[in-house]
T-cell receptor, first 114, second 114 residues
Framework: AQSVTQLGSHVSVSEGALVLLRCNYS??????LFWYVQYPNQGLQLLLK??????LVKGINGFEAEFKKSETSFHLTKPSAHMSDAAEYFC????????????FGTGTQLKVEL | EPEVTQTPSHQVTQMGQEVILRCVPISNHLYFYWYRQILGQKVEFLVS????????KSEIFDDQFSVERPDGSNFTLKIRSTKLEDSAMYFC????????????FGPGTRLLVL
């Protein structure tokens, strides 16, 4: 079985500040890890994914995440927040060879202030 | 860019009524999924479908739910007798093939059961 924990249901940053959204996972086998973003009234858009290649993964819109096996973490970062980054962010895990079912975290609502 | 589409975008129904939610996955995709998101909660896996049969289903996906791929393009989720607690956003997703491929999500259908 796999699970995902996202610490902080709401995160608020100033425009231009570092964005850090936390995700820890639990998995009995090497996982695949994903970050999805959901803008209001829209579906889920993939930001980036880790599938056992490079541990530092770069995604769209300047986001990146680092897979740290020792910490069972996959935190999402962006050096400089933009107003357009305001959205809900979901971390998700699937098992390798597990039929690709995604297990999501509870989400983090990112607010960007002027 | 190809995308997953879902209809209707919103559906209001009376408790006990049957509803059918429709999805058109990306044309060359082979694996199909339904997820739901109750307001304010995380996205939850319902069912996966491959080669015209269910490959995995969650505890949520009880006898009231069914899925079908009636033709080469549509993928439907039927709820036979809706309950108040079925009110949620329902997302369809599809994947091309392989365990490393990205799941592409549709914009969702917001179902409200009165």
């Amino acid at each position: 079985a796999q699970s995902v924990t996202q610490l902080g249901s709401h995160v608020s940053v100033s425009e231009g500040a570092l964005v850090l959204l936390r995700c820890n996972y639990s998995s009995s086998v090497p996982p695949y890890l994903f970050w999805y973003v959901q803008y209001p009234n829209q579906g889920l858009q993939l930001l980036l994914k880790y599938t056992s290649a490079a541990t530092l993964v770069k995604g769209i819109n300047g986001f990146e995440a680092e897979f740290k096996k020792s910490e069972t973490s996959f935190h999402l970062t962006k050096p400089s927040a933009h107003m357009s980054d305001a959205a809900e962010y979901f971390c998700a895990v699937s098992l390798t060879g597990g039929g690709n079912k995604l297990t999501f975290g509870t989400g983090t609502q990112l607010k960007v202030e002027l | 860019e190809p995308e997953v589409t879902q209809t209707p975008s919103h559906q209001v129904t009376q408790m006990g009524q049957e509803v059918i939610l429709r999805c058109v996955p990306i044309s060359n995709h082979l694996y199909f999924y339904w997820y739901r998101q109750i307001l304010g909660q995380k996205v939850e896996f319902l069912v996966s479908f491959y080669n015209n049969e269910i490959s995995e289903k969650s505890e949520i996906f009880d006898d009231q739910f069914s899925v079908e791929r009636p033709d080469g393009s549509n993928f439907t989720l039927k709820i036979r007798s809706t309950k108040l607690e079925d009110s949620a956003m329902y997302f369809c997703a599809s994947i091309a093939s392989g365990t490393k491929e990205t799941q592409y999500f549709g914009p969702g259908t917001r179902l409200l059961v009165l």
